[in-house]
Every structure is written in C-alpha cells, then in structure tokens.
C-alpha cells in the first residue's frame, strides 16, 4: 500500500478508536433526536438482555470495522462485469470508426452550406442582378456539388449502417477503399483551390451585392461565425483528415484482425491523394503569407504577383558616408527582387515604404571584411548599389 494511502487508513483507524473509548452503551450524542431504532448490527449473546433505549455501535462491531480498515480488506475492486449497471469497454477501433462518422456529419452539413446556400444563392443572384458573372461563381465553387452528393449519398450512409452492424461487420477498409477512385473529384477542388481564393477577394471588394450575400450568410447561425474562405479550406483538409483517422484505427486493429489486410490497402490508397492536399494547403499558406507582405508594403499592382515567393526578410543598417550613425532599413527577398524599404514613422496603412527595387537576376552580394563598420556587405544590381550592415 502506498505511504499516503497508509496515513490516512491509520487516521481513519485512529477516529474510531476515539469514537470506541469516548461512548457508552446507551449513550447518544446530545441535542441530537432519538431515531427509530434500526436492525440490530449484531444479535445478543445468549442470556443477554437487548437494550431498550437507541441502539449504539458495540465494541465488537468498531473493532472489526478498525481491523478491515488498517488491513484494506475493504478495498476491494471491481472487476469488469462485476458491477451492477457496468457497461462493457467499447473496442479502440470502434471508438476511431465513432469519431470517422462523427466528423463525416459535420462536414456533410458544412458541404450543404457550401454547395445549397453559399453557392446557390451567389449563383441566384449573379442570374437575378447582373452584378457578377454567374462564370465567377461556379469557378470559385468549382465541384464542390459532385463532392457534396457523393458524401451525402453514399459515403455518410455506409458508414452509418456499417457502425450500426459493427458486432457483424466489424470492418471499414472495404468501405474506405470504395472511397478512395472518388477522391479524384477532390484533386480538381484543391486544383482551383488558389484560383477560387482570389476570384473571392476580388469580387468582394469588386461588387457590393456580392459582398452583402457573402455578408449575410457569414452573419446566420449555419455558418456558426465563420468566413466562406473557412469553409472553402473544408474540403481540402478533409483528405489528410481521412488519413491521420485512417492511420490510427490500423494502429488500433488486434493482430488477427480480419480487416487488417483491407484498412491496410485502404490507408495505401487515402495517403497518395492526402499528399496532393497537403500541397494544396502549403501553397494556400504561401499565398496568405505573401498578401500580408504586400498589405505590409502598400505595393502598386505592377509588383504584386501571387507567383512570387517570399525567401527572407529582415530588418538591417544602412551605411552612409555622409552621416557617422548608420540608418534602419528593411529588406524583403523575393525569388525574383530584392526591396530595399524604409519604415514609415506613422504606420497607418503600409508599415514600410519601398526605396528601391533590384532584380535578382544580374544582382550581387559579396562581404566588406576591411570595411569601418563589422558585418557589412554590398549589394550591386542594376538598378543600384547598397552598402549595408547586417544586425
């Protein structure tokens, strides 16, 4: 028994050893009521006359309670089954399959919103005002209908009827592999995934009747708080999400499983389409990073250029012959051009202002190691030459 468990028994043991020598036979505890007198706890002794008035604990009684208490006779556990009303312990793997079915009807319902209200009522309003192209809308929503059918429809249904005849049918890796030649339908979303976020972004700021649709959905308790760019990310994730559940249910299949074989061949088949999504979402990434850099430098459309990528930036000290102190600047490294920026004093709206612009084609750096000041190099390109002092 652990050290703690002891003291306390002991403590416990001790308290009726105090109750055992503070009370009489006969005896109650003052301004207390008299109950009814309960069952005897021990029958008398032969030739022992029971007592008449409130039954108390006899000394047998309390000494036998001690002794079960200081030896932990008491504690004992109840094993699976025992207990009355135990619930029999649910199989891992059927906890996983649970949690696939669980997650299945949420996004069921966020499909719905996606395909029956966001893009139907874009779509009614684009053939009812004119304010859009109907062509915008069906590009941004791309296939989201084919997808939204097939899980509604078939994928949710199986997987409902299969849970509900697990004792029978104690297997998904059959089912999972009929959904896999279905996932193709999702490498034209994640395709148009990029395309379909920058339609979005140009025609709300673009059409105020489109934004007030988007607005007003957004706004509903369906869409729970949440953007239709949320929403759109759905799909996309939902392939990797197959995986990782897919994943842990092998892990949790006994070894002589019989749908050990299937699950396997299953996860095979949901990690070659999960890696196509997972391109998609770093490359989603990269464009939501790029547009915060671009929101950073208030830049004119000539620069801005979602094929862009972003390498490195970082603040550095301009050197200058005409002044001892050297002068903050900041530089943003592109694939194609390096920004040479000055930080704005009042930041409202773009925090940096772009001084210069040097294409990184023809463009180099090399160290100043005898220069006055530590850490300097030059940077040449065709547009300028910059003597810098990294931090």
């Known amino acids: ?31 207390q009521a008299q109950p009814p007198a ?54 891992e793997e059927k906890k996983v399959v649970r949690e696939l079915l669980e997650t299945e009807q949420a996004y069921v319902a966020r499909l719905h919103l996606l395909d029956q209200v966001f893009f139907q009522e874009l779509l009614q309003e684009a053939q009812g005002s004119k304010a859009f192209p109907e062509d915008v809308v069906r590009l941004i929503f791309s296939n989201i209908s084919s997808i939204h059918q097939f899980h509604a429809r078939f994928f949710l249904p199986e997987l409902q009827r299969r849970l509900e005849d697990w004792t029978a049918t104690p297997r998904i890796g059959d089912v ?23 339609l979005l972004a140009t025609w709300t700021d673009k059409s105020p009747p489109f934004q007030e649709v988007i607005a007003r959905i957004q706004s509903s308790e369906a869409s729970g ?50 890696q196509h999504s997972n391109a998609a979402i770093a490359e989603m990434e990269r464009l939501q990073d790029l547009w915060e850099v671009y929101q950073r430098l208030g830049l004119d459309d000539d620069i801005v250029d979602p094929s862009n990528h972003l390498l ?7 050197i200058s012959f005409r002044r001892s102190d050297p002068m903050e600047r900041y530089l943003f490294l592109f694939n194609n051009m390096l920004l040479y920026c000055v930080p704005r004093v009042i930041q409202v709206g773009a925090q940096f202002q772009v001084r210069t612009r040097i294409d990184v084609a023809g463009m180099k750096v090399r160290e100043l190691p005898d220069a006055e000041f530590p850490h300097c190099f030059l940077v040449s390109g065709r547009q300028r030459t910059l003597e810098l002092q990294a931090r």
């Open 1 to 31: 028994m652990e050290p703690a468990n002891e003291e306390k028994l002991a403590s416990v043991s001790n308290l009726v050893t105090v109750f055992e020598n503070s009370r009489t036979p006969g005896t109650a505890p003052r301004d």
């Open 38 to 91: 309960p069952e005897p706890w021990e029958k008398p002794h032969v030739g022992e006359t029971p007592e008449s008035g409130p039954r108390t604990v006899s000394r047998r009684c309390l000494s036998s309670l001690k002794n079960k208490l200081s030896s932990g006779a008491w504690r004992r556990p109840c094993q699976p089954g025992a207990c009355a009303g135990a619930v029999p312990q649910e199989p």
């Open 176 to 198: 999972i592999q009929k959904l896999a030649p279905f996932l193709k339908m999702y490498s034209e979303y994640v395709k148009n995934f990029g395309r379909a976020a920058e």
């Open 225 to 274: 708080s949440l953007t239709l760019q949320h929403h759109m990310l759905e799909p996309v994730q939902r392939v990797p999400r197959y995986e990782l559940l897919l994943r842990e249910y092998v892990q949790k299949l006994p070894a002589q499983a019989p749908d050990r074989a299937d699950a396997q061949k299953a996860l095979d088949m949901i990690f070659s389409a999960a």
């Open 312 to 318: 490195r930036e970082g603040p550095v000290l301009k």
